[in-house]
């Protein structure tokens, strides 16, 4: 399991992360749709995920409605985690109850949530505070003081950020250099073989601020699992219940079609290939992989030892490749005798 510093930090985390979505959820709501994991199935997953040299693990507290926060923090205890062993990312943003100011990334909502982040995870600190998606009703400056103040008081060791889109990043940015708070190390997004948008924007903005990317939904809500047929039917998966994130699927068959090949040639699975992709990109610091069972984190894992060759990551590329979309399209034009090698 190789190790990479996340972002412009000396903090060192693996290159897959364990995501816990899968645990906690219910019979009657969205998180059960996702997992019904309770705590010895989750202790099983945890101990499975630190033995095969993972130390990353990301959370939120929106995830179960807070129950997976709990079921982690127990898991490590019951397992006798070191804490300075483990990287422990959670996030904020979401619901966590009615009423306008339950929600958002207020200076309020930030300084309530951490309090019962930390108490459900049973730590003094969180490594990994990420703000879980973009709120249009709080001025970024108020989220970043906040966040600022959970760092300096020592509730939070570095932040990150997710979903949120190039310009509000490069924006966050420039925020904390004028003000001198604690610098964004990372974001949180959305990348696979049938999801390359954030190539257009935000891999170059993540390259040349120097933030580490970490990726959620890697199998694009399992569609590159197998189980699926090209049009995301057939499968009993967690797709077929819970029909996320998007597909395009006249492009999803083509690299369905590209990994089966490169999967039976390397006498690897589907998932392997898919995660094994994601590995091989520059931008990608660690990859979230959530599970329900042991023999399916343990397939995921073996991505690490997934090779992949020139000819085979042209193959993926070509069968996923992005439609033309300006102004990139304009910048090729433009700057091809500029591009400096």
Avoid at 162 to 191: C, E, F, H, M
Avoid at 242 to 256: I, N, Q, S, T
């Amino acid at each position: 399991m190789r190790m990479k510093p996340l972002g412009p930090s000396g903090l060192f985390v693996s290159e897959l992360c364990l995501g816990t979505m899968t645990f906690g959820g219910g019979d009657d709501d969205m998180w059960g749709k996702i997992g019904q994991l309770e705590q010895e199935q989750a202790d099983t997953l945890v101990k499975t995920a630190l033995d095969a040299g993972i130390n990353f693990i990301d959370t939120a507290n929106v995830y179960a409605g807070g129950r997976s926060e709990r079921i982690l923090g127990q898991a490590l205890k019951n397992l006798g985690v070191d804490r300075d062993e483990v990287v422990v990312a959670t996030k904020v943003m979401g619901g966590m109850g009615d009423g306008p100011n339950m929600r958002g990334t207020s200076r309020r909502h930030i300084m309530s949530q951490v309090r019962q982040s930390l108490d459900r995870l049973q730590m003094d600190h969180i490594d990994l505070y990420q703000i879980h998606g973009f709120d249009p009703a709080t001025p970024i400056e108020e989220t970043l003081a906040a966040l600022n103040t959970l760092v300096e008081h020592g509730h939070v060791r570095y932040i990150g950020l997710s979903n949120w889109a190039a310009w509000q990043i490069v924006k966050a940015i420039g925020i904390t250099r004028a003000r001198d708070y604690a610098p964004i190390l990372s974001l949180q997004a959305y990348y696979t073989l049938v999801g390359r948008d954030l190539e257009r924007e935000i891999v170059p903005m993540l390259k040349s601020e120097g933030l580490g990317l970490m990726v959620w939904s890697p199998l694009a809500g399992g569609y590159l699992s197998g189980k699926y047929a090209a049009d995301g039917t057939g499968g009993d998966g967690r797709r077929a219940e819970f029909d996320f994130p998007p597909v395009d699927f006249d492009r999803g068959a083509k690299v369905l079609d590209a990994m089966k090949e490169i999967a039976g040639a390397k006498g690897a699975s589907m998932p392997q290939i898919a995660l094994a992709w994601l590995l091989h990109q520059e931008a990608v610091t660690s990859v979230i992989v959530g599970a329900k069972r042991v023999e399916q984190l343990q397939d995921n894992i073996g991505a690490t030892e997934v090779s992949l060759s020139e000819a085979d990551l042209d193959r993926l590329g070509e069968a996923s490749q992005l439609p033309p979309e300006y102004p990139g399209w304009m910048f090729q034009v433009q700057g091809a005798d500029r591009t400096r090698d």
